[in-house]
């Protein structure tokens, strides 16, 4: 739930329970088991141009089933730190991504998504910083491995409340939670709720002035946002380009056009990986297992992709954005939860039962996300690139449909 980024949820309702289920005593035929898996993946919820619900739900690249098959067939490519060919495609999808953000020497390394990045940063805070009972400050908008970092590593997360309506932090707050305790900063490029772009230039230079790490989660925005600005939106300083900016993040799975899995996080300067008790650099990632398969897609997709590529995706994906923006704004009732800026977006009503239509999308097999904000009902909905312009207008008319029988 969307809602639980906000509004910790005072017990958890939704722990899946356990499958009773024996191995079996001699190996069933592989026919027969591929039958009840392509029977199992007939059972999911939603089609795959119906699912608006998962951050990531979507096709990646062509290119990049192909490499898979390359990884796990013809080659049979383990560990992605293991061979020299696939470390090489690493280390250049890596810098292919540090020069779209804003430092092409920056270093960093490939993980498998935002938990794990924003993971990295917490620690890289802490150990550099080196304080007594640390400290790190984050809107409380900022994406939940934050706080399972804290849980994590002994750090004391301070959350500053944001605006009901902008749901933006007051830097003034953040800077008067600073203590002499704190190790760091971080904010959002832009939050993953209703994607709200947070003040990165104001932390950057709050950080700056003070000394202090600052990490941007820029998991939806790395791969948009660049391209945003090429197409003449008003994109405003947000990665490695600020002096301030100590770290940053994206996903490639998001609107990437990379497969489930596969994240980027690069630093400024390789002396802050000094702080990582570990005899080699190589293995500083939280679960030290990276599937060269992931390096290798990664690589192949931004080369086949390119800088044109990536245009035309974001072209596509805001069009799909406006076309279900523009329709479902236009039901009498309904409203943004806060201004559309990339593909994320929220729905809020004062006068129609939004849960009411939720239930009737879920039926009629739409996927979106639901919640309540402090009080207020929504809609959530992540477009990723793969989805089709006949989808975006299905979901409207879908949306609909489901007002009026909520209505009736």
């Known amino acids: 739930m969307v809602a639980a980024e906000f509004d910790l949820p005072a017990s958890h309702i939704d722990v899946p329970p356990v499958a009773i289920a024996a191995l079996p005593t001699r190996g069933i035929a592989e026919a027969e088991v591929l039958a009840e898996v392509k029977d199992r993946f007939g059972r ?93 400050i984050v809107p409380v908008t900022i994406h939940f491995s934050f706080r399972l970092g804290a849980e994590l590593m002994g750090i004391h997360l301070v959350e500053v409340d944001v605006d009901d309506h902008t749901l933006q932090p007051d830097i003034a707050d953040v800077e008067r939670a600073i203590t002499p305790r704190t190790v760091g900063l971080a ?86 990986f000094e702080a990582i008790p570990t005899e080699r650099t190589l293995i500083h990632t939280t679960s030290s297992t990276k599937p060269g398969s992931r390096a290798a897609a990664a690589w192949a997709a931004l080369r086949n992709l390119g800088w044109e590529g990536y245009l035309q995706s974001t072209r596509h994906v805001l069009a799909l954005r406006d076309t279900i923006v523009d329709g479902v704004t236009a039901i009498p009732g309904m409203s943004l939860a806060a201004p559309k800026f990339i593909s994320v977006v929220g729905f809020v009503s004062s006068s129609i039962d939004l849960e009411r239509v939720h239930e009737n999308l879920l039926k009629a097999g739409w996927g ?40 009736s």
């Open 187 to 272: 904010c959002s490029a832009p939050a993953g709720s209703f994607g709200t772009m947070e003040p990165v230039e104001a932390f950057a230079d709050l950080a700056w002035r003070k000394g202090l790490y600052f990490h941007v989660d820029a998991a939806f925005g790395g791969f948009i946002l660049p391209f945003m600005r090429e197409l003449g939106y008003d994109v405003p300083p947000f990665d490695l380009s600020l002096p301030g900016v100590s770290s940053i993040s994206t996903d490639g799975h998001k609107l990437g056009l990379l497969p489930i899995s596969t994240g980027f996080f690069l630093a400024r300067d390789a002396e802050l």
């Open 368 to 407: 979106h996300s639901y919640g309540v904000l402090r009080g207020r009902p929504f809609i959530r909905l992540s477009i990723h690139p793969s989805r089709t312009a006949e989808g975006a207008r299905g979901f409207v008319e879908a949306f609909e449909a489901a007002v009026a029988r909520a209505q």
């Open 44 to 136: 999911n919820d939603y089609g795959h141009d119906r699912n608006f619900a998962i951050s990531y739900s979507g096709m990646p690249a062509a290119i990049t089933r192909k490499v898979e098959e390359l990884a796990v067939g013809e080659f049979f490519v383990e560990w992605a730190d293991s061979e020299t060919g696939t470390l090489s495609m690493e280390r250049e999808a890596v810098g292919m991504m540090a020069g779209l953000l804003g430092k092409p020497d920056a270093p960093g390394f490939i993980t498998t998504g935002g938990t794990e990045s924003n993971l990295a940063a917490l620690r890289l805070a802490r150990n550099n910083g080196k304080r007594d009972a640390p400290e790190f």
